[in-house]
């Protein structure tokens, strides 16, 4: 577990509450990020993700609660916060008619670097996310994942503590998404602390060493990916027979507790004894000569987590 | 990590980031000089419309300081309705700025807060600086002349170009409310029509019925066209009674006071304003 060093966190919200109108994007949200670290907020459409970015990047005031990034309160001290955090938002912020490197250039310079400071930078962010060759070509020509390496690159000229990257890879083609995972892992390698956000439990898994899953505007659950699907408990039971079984197998299953029946000849129940399960369940089978084709003891995977923590919440809230 | 001895921080600074703002939204132009011939056409056409089609009919009713060539009489007028229609830009700019996360940056970063709005309004004066330029250059061509002096003509030009300025202001406010790129062009639209066309800048307000005419001869776009023509013409382009330096006067405080309500209400809007 990555909480027990007993360093600050270096980002950290408590309970904080933001609505627009009626609608509570945030409703509580309480999170704190370890210096080094990525930590990844899963979460739906609507759930508040964008939204607890943007109070911890100092775009949005919170109604109550506090954020702080470093030490330093967001709303006391925005100033501070924005010095110490970088924001890759969800749509690539790059300037079109500006070059890649004068985008990237111009970023440094608005962080406070001097001119020959901001050109060395950039080059050396440019050169990283392998925009060199294109980095003089107008932003206007770069495909969809050069835009988002763009703005990523720009995010990090001026080698903020803490990153933000909001859904850094969605609507991007498979091979972008690789490239910037691959990025990603490089910046944690060299120290940043990253805060993302992502709908891809895949990439929730991959990356993160702690996933808070979002909904409703609150963190419903936390830890390591292995945690959550511990929380979730019990390990279930797969089992798929052949369609002359299907009869006799429901015969069998009626015995079983909590079975459910998916399509084509699945069987799934809660195995919260394992083995033994599995054992009773082979012997049963067994006896009314049903050859499973699978039979299987299978771990919940963080979709059945994401699922289950998030099930019976507000389909589509308006405000992310 | 940043914090280290090369991060300035000094009184300067929103100078240097208003700069920095400035100079992206201007490289624009110098990579698409297109942008700025388009923006240009529409003024031109003006100019050649108004002077051509309908100058011989509106020209009997212009005052005598205009020396009979109605393009005269029309030339301070049209540079205020470009200088109008040029602030819109700011508006147009924002939003667009606004929906493509390029704010959301700007706000995130350490830099003055001011800047952003700064460097886009001086851009767009630039800009509209560019455009009159451009225009002017037409209009001397096609027979335009000035009837006091070199002196009298520049003012006129500077005086527009501060209308434009404060106006710019007012546009910003209005895109960060409206925050949609196309409602924001209908917004502008809506905004500046009635207050170029019911004003002094193409007939005399005289003309107008008398219904129209308080609105017409007091509003600001009226006043500033006065005080152009008042400076390019002279006197005897103004109502009995009005003097040049008062007509001066007047518009500067128009200039002022549209400043000093409309820069805090874009800033508060910028303030608040948020990729949606």
């Known amino acids: ?245 299907l009869d006799a197998t429901r015969r069998v299953a009626a015995t079983f507790s909590g079975g459910v029946e998916r399509d084509g000849g699945d069987f799934e129940f809660p195995a919260a004894d394992g083995t033994a399960q599995l054992i009773a369940m082979v012997r049963a089978l067994d006896a009314q000569h049903i050859e499973p084709v699978t039979i299987a003891l299978e771990r919940p995977t963080l979709d059945d987590v994401f699922l289950r923590l998030t099930a019976g919440s507000a389909i589509g809230q308006a405000a992310t | 990590m940043s914090g280290d001895a090369t991060t300035v921080t000094r009184p300067g600074r929103l100078l240097v980031d208003a700069w920095i703002i400035t100079r992206r939204n201007l490289l624009r132009y110098t990579r698409l000089p297109q942008l700025l011939v388009f923006a240009t056409i529409q003024p031109v056409m003006f100019l050649l419309l108004f002077t051509y089609v309908f100058g011989g009919a509106i020209g009997k009713d212009i005052p005598a300081a205009a020396g009979g060539e109605y393009l005269n009489f029309l030339l301070p007028g049209l540079l205020v309705q470009i200088s109008a229609f040029g602030a819109g830009q700011t508006a147009i700019g924002l939003t667009d700025d606004l929906s493509k996360g390029v704010l959301d940056r700007f706000r995130a970063l350490p830099m003055a807060r001011s800047a952003v709005l700064a460097g886009r309004t001086f851009a767009d004066l630039i800009r509209s600086a560019a455009v009159t330029a451009l225009m002017l250059a037409v209009a001397f061509a096609i027979g335009f002349r000035y009837q006091t002096s070199l002196f009298g003509f520049l003012a006129g030009v500077a005086l527009v170009l501060t209308f434009s300025y404060s106006l710019s202001w007012v546009m910003a406010a209005l895109g960060l409310k409206v925050a949609n790129p196309e409602a924001t062009q209908t917004a502008v639209f809506l905004l500046v029509f009635p207050f170029v066309f019911a004003s002094a800048v193409f007939v005399p307000v005289a003309t107008m019925p008398s219904w129209l005419q308080p609105f017409a001869e007091h509003q600001p776009v009226t006043v500033m066209v006065e005080a152009a023509r008042g400076l390019m013409l002279g006197e005897g382009a103004l109502s009995p009674g009005q003097t040049v330096a008062g007509q001066v006067g007047v518009a500067l405080l128009w200039c002022a006071g549209i400043f000093a309500v409309a820069a805090p209400l874009a800033v508060r809007a910028y303030r608040r304003s948020l990729r949606s």
């Open chain 1, 1 to 245: 577990m990555t909480g027990d060093s007993g360093s600050d966190p270096i980002v950290r919200a408590d309970d904080v509450h933001l609505s627009f109108g009626d609608v509570h994007a945030l409703d509580g949200a309480t999170l704190a990020i370890e210096g080094g670290t990525v930590y990844a907020l899963l979460g739906s459409n609507g759930a508040g993700k964008t939204t607890l970015i943007n109070v911890l990047s100092t775009l949005l005031v919170p109604d109550s609660g506090h954020a702080s990034v470093g030490g330093d309160d967001v709303v006391a001290n925005p100033k501070a916060v924005r010095r110490r955090v970088g924001l890759a938002g969800q749509f690539a912020a790059v300037d079109d008619y500006l070059t890649g490197r004068e985008n990237v250039e111009m970023v440094g310079r608005l962080y406070g670097l001097p001119r020959s400071q901001a050109r060395r930078k950039a080059a050396q962010v440019l050169e990283r996310f392998g925009l060199s060759d294109a980095a003089d070509r107008r932003a206007g020509e770069y495909s969809g994942g050069m835009r988002r390496r763009l703005d990523l690159a720009a995010s990090l000229v001026g080698e903020p503590e803490v990153l933000f990257l909001d859904e850094p890879t969605t609507g991007i083609d498979p091979g972008s998404r690789l490239d910037i995972w691959r990025l990603v892992r490089e910046l944690v390698a060299g120290g940043t602390t990253l805060l993302l956000t992502t709908q891809y439990l895949e990439e929730a898994d991959e990356l993160a060493d702690r996933i808070g899953v979002i909904d409703g505007g609150r963190i419903v659950a936390e830890g390591t990916a292995d945690e959550l699907k511990d929380a979730l408990g019990a390990n279930r039971l797969h089992v798929r027979v052949r369609q002359q079984d």
